[in-house]
T-cell receptor
Framework: NAGVTQTPKFQVLKTGQSMTLQCAQDMNHEYMSWYRQDPGMGLRLIHY???????DQGEVPNGYNVSRSTTEDFPLRLLSAAPSQTSVYFCASSPRLNTEAFFGQGTRLTVV | DAKTTQPNSMESNEEEPVHLPCNHSTISGTDYIHWYRQLPSQGPEYVIH???SNVNNRMASLAIAEDRKSSTLILHRATLRDAAVYYCILRAYGGATNKLIFGTGTLLAVQP
């Protein structure tokens, strides 16, 4: 019962470095999303995908890229990390619209 | 996207019922009402969702006002494990996205 798996769980980056946050789901869900959560705030949508090969921007897409080459994987790329990207990142998937979304356990990213 | 309004925090005693309110006066006819909760240091967890009729599941009940401008999440017997942030979210049906737009939620404290 893996569900939604995010790696790594923790990461420290230096300003300007790039990295990829991994997200994989084994439930054959069409829809996948990335959110960030800053202290004391709700989650904000970064990017989402409604199926393999299809992605779109959410509320706060600047500084992030995504791709969806397979149904299972939806990686989030930070092109040039900035301290403002220090946050907890959550990946989610759901089988279709208006059904339960399943979230991963999060990746805590610190940019120094 | 239609917005929701929730109290910042609520308190309850263990074993007692809890009623968590949510106002969504700008809800449209195609918006579903979703509830998620987030336990400390975890990803959000689906609780329940509905459109017009009241809904029950093993975790909670959702009471939806007749005009749909408000709803109430009911935890029938609060436990210490129910201490979390509860998010009320409107999710549009039939659109091309699966966006969940989170607000700041209600922090529920449960006293033993």
């Amino acid at each position: 019962n893996a569900g939604v798996t995010q790696t790594p769980k923790f990461q420290v980056l230096k300003t300007g470095q790039s990295m990829t946050l991994q997200c994989a789901q084994d439930m054959n869900h069409e829809y996948m999303s990335w959110y960030r959560q800053d202290p004391g705030m709700g989650l904000r949508l970064i990017h989402y995908s409604v199926g393999a090969g299809i992605t779109d921007q959410g509320e706060v897409p600047n500084g992030y890229n995504v791709s969806r080459s397979t149904t299972e994987d939806f990686p989030l790329r930070l092109l040039s990390a900035a301290p403002s990207q220090t946050s907890v990142y959550f990946c989610a998937s759901s089988p279709r619209l208006n059904t339960e979304a399943f979230f991963g356990q999060g990746t805590r990213l610190t940019v120094v | 996207d239609a917005k929701t309004t929730q109290p910042n925090s609520m308190e309850s005693n263990e074993e007692e019922p809890v009623h968590l309110p949510c106002n969504h006066s700008t809800i449209s006819g195609t918006d579903y009402i979703h509830w998620y909760r987030q336990l400390p240091s975890q990803g959000p967890e689906y609780v329940i969702h509905g459109l017009t009729s009241n809904v029950n599941n093993r975790m909670a009940s959702l009471a939806i006002a007749e005009d749909r401008k408000s709803s109430t999440l009911i935890l029938h017997r609060a436990t210490l494990r129910d201490a979390a942030v509860y998010y009320c979210i409107l999710r549009a049906y039939g659109g091309a996205t699966n966006k969940l737009i989170f607000g700041t939620g209600t922090l529920l404290a449960v006293q033993p």
